[in-house]
């Protein structure tokens, strides 16, 4: 090898070496920001520990407490068994954009001391002008899918993102349900059936 070559080749490795720094550290300062943006949402969702203020700020309770058996179906969403909670829904501000600080569901548990946050959910119905999935917080949305019946009308397709912001879980922040929460203290406990796939960018 030529004295020209081995520089050459220096040179790519060096190269190479500093574009895999670069990277890694602009997904540390995105993964960084994200943290940071994720701490300031808790700190703004901290009051609804009181579900009498979210119900105030137009959150509404769908009742039953929704979760899954881990089955696999196809043409259907993938749900690791576990459960999504009770949700309270603030049906004004679906549809409207994407707001990372203002989620449309808020989650709660019910538990022998009452119901208890611990989790989130952003939706985003599918429209005609819908181009790609979107995202949050560096994570793609699930879906679309249709509405999970029969709390939602099936009509209602759309995509979804959880954030278990208020429970740790195992399968991981954005997985859609949470095997630490549990239905078992529930009024209205509702094992659902996955839910269907639909057409549209992904």
Known sequence: MTRTARLGRRGVLVLTGLLGAWLGAASAWAEDANKADIEALK????????YTAAVRDLYLSTVG?????????????YYPKG??????????????????????????EPTKKGLKLVGVEWLVPLTPDTKEAPTLFGQ??????????????????????????????????????????????????????????????M
């Open 140 to 201: 793609k949305f699930m879906g679309p899918m249709e509405g999970h019946y029969p709390l939602i009308p099936r009509e209602f397709v759309h995509y979804d993102l959880h954030a278990w912001l208020f429970r740790d879980n195992p399968n991981g922040m954005f997985s859609p349900t949470n095997p630490n929460v549990k239905c078992t203290k529930a009024d209205f406990p509702m094992l659902e059936k996955p839910t269907k796939m639909m057409p549209g960018p």
């Open 65 to 77: 407490c929704v979760h899954y058996a881990g089955e696999k179906i196809d043409g259907t969403m």
């Open 83 to 108: 459960a999504m909670g009770i949700h309270f829904v603030n049906v004004p501000s679906v549809g409207k954009p994407l707001d990372p600080m203002k989620p449309n569901v808020l989650i709660y």
């Open 43 to 50: 700190k703004s969702l901290a009051k609804y520990e009181d």
